[in-house]
């Protein structure tokens, strides 16, 4: 065999995600499985006047290799940001990131020791664990409720590396922690001593009531703060960053190095210009009270369509629903059976590092219009109800 | 401490060429350092207008997540040229990067394993063993020459995982393989059964005659080739792409998923946009034209300027000349005093795996325009003539 693999090459394995997006990509199909956000919110017409604007006034240095740290005003914009939610950082503690998720590929790169715990809520964000799986560590589900990690469950992964938490309407589950809760995170992590990386990509798409601050706010020194441009303004400019303490910083910018060298200091420039003079304060409500809409509309929509059985929480913010079926279903096995009828969901069982919780599965009510998340959680009640009454 | 760091983050090191750019960011210094194209090489005026033209017909796609395996359309125009350079393949054995710097990281991610050899040129790229190292090999330096590695250099690194080859026009040494080498190097390689990665960023900046074909084009199915836009377009898009076999392929695009989800498809559409109908065939002779004058302008000036002693060959192709001092000189001792004296290079001792060679220095002839090229190298001259010869 000319190949040979590493051995933490088998901690690879094809994203669930990514193929049932494969499936979706077939017309016709009404897709709630994907995370995309609704294109009608991207601001073309923005990005094409601050493409112009920076390529007249800097064209050549923006279109030269930069430094890996990021584009200087764009990192001092994001500590300022970052610091108007509680956390103290100034630009020196920002590293521009190729999206977020290459923020979590870094930390992993620079933390994560093969066979050494990592803690990670139950379930979690599917693609922290593909971006963890390859440093070859083990996983420590903590023990949650719908309300975030519950009191006490760290003291079970003392010896964790880290704790990754989303948790501000987390990717799968929607969920977001009280202020109460954030504390009680943050002390149990104190006590356990083991550090926080907080990944917070749709803290400003909240619906109701503004969430509380971070819980890397609660934890000085202690964290690592991970946010993103790709929920408030576009994801195909693949923007995202990190906020770091200086005892830490210093490895991950050299592990930034040695991935890619640095970000797109083009893209870098055109979202700074994009975003430096407050147009995200106008945008991101748009955002907000477009999805305030969908969400509605899907939580309207299982109500009437899924059958009894099934439980679910709106979420208060974010782009997801978290469906439990009954007991003893299989959201997977369905999944053919739903796309044959023109629907596609995401199963919910690889968001739990071990496993398991089958009859789990995600809505995205973000991608596709009102009426047609009506039309598809109508196409999805039916399968689910197919499924559990199968001798009807 | 808040912070315990996973083993392999002892590979991770400050940059040399990092920390000798920043000195070099000084006003008034002229930096032979740092590998930066001529920035009035970069076509501003069509990067505008290819951005325009996206965002006017796709703008939402282009700023929408995308596939991990890149744009369809540049994987088609990638396979196209590589099939030209004698290398067979289609779109679905090309896989878009954020940069070559990122085709190196994934292929680490994929085929390094802790402790097991990688067999590297003496010297070779330093950003590759930036890459390779937090993966944690052994490397085994190969034998070279000025004509790239020995014949039967390579049965000394038998067990090695891959070769990692930088055949043509290579950083630092400027040397070009010919196609006997080439053809030596492929066979030595089937013989020792070790897999090639070939990095090529230079392979179109040739000066005087083309250059013999990839040495992929002489070993399918065994090889992993790295291509890049950045030296012939512009570094700041961070665009190259990899190209892989079937049975390697599928692994690499997990990686690939892992690290960052995609390449920014904004980025790739205008790219794609820029090169679709032939740009380049016609800007790329406009650099080699403006790059060989920078080239004879360096070959002139260090016959003119460098003392007795020092060595060096004329690049026939990409960017690079690399000087040889005296035995016994230490070129980065001389740094400090070289921009002191308001120039600066990159000292050779970090290209080599195993270190050593402290006489060697790299010097960019792309950066700075050539009466600059000849201000700088007399400086250089004669900071080295100083110290060569101390007590005068």
Chains 1, 2 share one sequence.
């Not at 760290?154 to 977001?176: I, K």
Request: proline residues 10%; negative net charge.
């Amino acid at each position: 065999m000319t190949w040979r693999m590493a051995h933490r090459a088998d901690r690879l394995d094809p994203s669930t995600i990514r193929e049932v997006l494969k499936l979706t990509e077939r017309p016709g199909i009404i897709s709630l499985a994907g995370g995309l956000p609704a294109a009608d919110t991207f601001p073309v017409e923005i990005v094409a006047e601050a493409t112009s604007a920076v390529l007249r006034a800097s064209g050549r240095q923006a279109l030269q290799y930069a430094t890996s740290e990021g584009f200087p005003p764009l990192r001092e914009w994001v500590a300022d940001r970052v610091s108007r939610k509680g956390i103290a950082a100034g630009p020196d503690d920002v590293l521009i990131t190729t999206g977020s998720q290459q923020a979590l590929d870094l930390i992993a790169k620079v933390l994560v020791e093969p066979g050494a715990p990592v803690a990670v809520e139950s379930p979690t964000y599917l693609g922290a664990l593909q971006a963890f799986s390859p440093y070859e560590p083990s996983f420590a589900e903590v023990a949650c409720d719908e309300g975030g990690p519950v009191p006490g469950a760290l003291q079970d992964v003392g010896d964790a590396r880290l704790l990754y938490l989303l948790p501000t309407y987390q990717n799968p589950t929607g969920r977001c922690l009280s202020a109460q809760r954030r504390q009680q995170v943050a002390a149990d992590l104190g006590e356990a001593g083991v550090p926080l990386v907080e990944d917070d990509p749709y803290g400003d798409l909240w619906y109701d009531v503004e969430p509380a601050p971070p819980v890397s706010a609660l934890m000085p020194g202690r964290s690592v703060y991970v946010g993103s441009f790709s929920k408030i303004l576009a994801p195909g400019l693949r923007l995202g960053y990190l906020v770091a303490p200086p005892d830490l910083y210093p490895k991950l910018l050299q592990a930034k190095q040695a991935a890619d060298l640095h970000t797109s200091g083009f893209t870098q420039r055109i979202v700074h210009e994009v975003v430096k003079d407050g147009f995200l304060d106008a945008h991101v409500p748009t955002i907000r009270a477009d999805y305030t809409r969908h969400r509605d509309a899907m939580a309207e929509a299982l109500t009437r369509h899924l059958p009894p059985g099934c439980r679910w929480s709106v979420p208060a913010g974010g782009m997801f629903f978290w469906v439990e079926l009954p007991p003893g279903a299989d959201a997977a096995a369905l999944l053919p059976a739903a796309v044959a009828a023109g629907v596609a969901f995401v199963p919910g069982s690889p968001f739990f590092a071990g496993g398991g919780h089958e009859n789990t599965l995600r809505l995205s009510f973000v991608t596709v219009p009102p009426d047609v998340i009506d039309a598809g959680v109508a196409l999805l009640g039916g399968v689910i109800d197919g499924a559990l009454q199968p001798t009807r």
